[in-house]
C-alpha cells in the first residue's frame, strides 16, 4: 500500500513562506501525476498544484497561481511545495496525492499550516 507522509507546515506570519515536502512509499509504479491539496476547517478539499511525472509540467488553482510552486524529485519518490506571500485564508491541513484525485491513494495525515500575525 502507498505511503504519503507531508511535512513542513507550521504556523507563519501572513507574507511568509514555508515549504512543503511529500514523501511517497510503496508499489507506487512508475508514471503518476502528483499534485498537492488543501482542506481547511468546514470547507471542502481543494486542488492547489498538480505536476506530471514524465515532463513535469504544472498545473494550479487559481487561488493560489503565482504564489506557489510544485516540484519533484522522481529519484527520491518526493514533492514539494513551495509556498509564498502565505495569508491568512491559506490556513489549512495541507495533503499530496495523485493528481488527478479520482486516481487518488489513501490519504495521509497531511501537515497543518497556520498563516495568522
Known amino acids: 500500500q502507498v505511503q504519503l507522509v507531508e511535512s513542513g507546515g507550521g504556523l507563519v506570519q501572513p507574507g511568509g513562506s514555508l515549504r512543503l515536502s511529500c514523501a511517497i512509499s510503496g508499489p507506487t509504479l512508475d508514471n503518476y501525476n502528483m499534485g498537492w491539496f488543501r482542506q481547511a476547517r468546514g470547507r471542502e478539499r481543494e486542488f492547489l498544484a498538480g505536476i506530471t511525472w514524465t515532463t513535469a509540467t504544472t498545473m494550479y488553482g487559481d487561488s493560489v497561481k503565482g504564489r506557489f510552486t510544485i516540484s519533484r524529485d522522481n529519484a527520491k519518490n518526493s514533492v514539494y511545495l513551495q509556498m509564498n506571500s502565505l495569508k491568512p485564508e491559506d490556513t489549512a491541513l495541507y495533503y499530496c496525492?495523485?493528481?488527478?484525485?479520482?486516481?487518488?491513494?489513501?490519504w495521509g495525515q497531511g501537515t497543518q499550516v497556520t498563516v495568522s500575525s
Open positions: 496525492n495523485r493528481y488527478p484525485e479520482r486516481y487518488s491513494w489513501s
